[in-house]
């Protein structure tokens, strides 16, 4: 069944929302594990997870403290590496990344078939 003309679609529009609240509690607490952002913010795991992972591909995050694997309630600890301002950056499905606050595009390395010119044009 196809949609009808002109409708919106309500799960992207939140999922914005979600990661505009994500990225807000990120800036607030410059150092921050996965469950202090589920903890501070409306947004459900698994698009935290994909979020946090473009913003680490596109070096928006790094990683403060690594989890050490096999000991029970290891995490990682997050930090913010760039902040380039309060409107979040948006993650693309190519894996890319639009900072809204400078209107730049960032590609993660190892992206592969990412078409520049349509980019510039």
């Known amino acids: 069944m196809g ?18 609240q994500a990225w807000q509690s990120m800036r607030i607490m410059r150092r921050f594990t996965r469950a202090d952002i589920l903890t501070t913010a409306e947004i459900n795991e698994s698009n935290l997870r994909k979020y ?12 403060a403290h690594e ?26 499905i190519d894996g890319s990344m639009t900072d809204p606050n400078t209107g730049e595009r960032w590609i993660p390395e190892g992206v592969e078939g990412f078409n520049t010119e349509a980019r510039d044009a």
């Open 3 to 20: 949609r009808t003309i002109g409708a919106r679609c309500t799960e992207a529009k939140a999922d914005n929302v979600a990661r505009r």
């Open 67 to 92: 989890r050490v694997s096999g000991r029970p309630g290891s995490v990682d600890v997050l930090r913010i590496a760039r902040d380039n301002g309060p409107r979040p950056p948006i993650l693309h």
């Open 52 to 63: 946090i992972k473009g913003l680490l591909r596109c070096n928006f995050l790094d990683i």
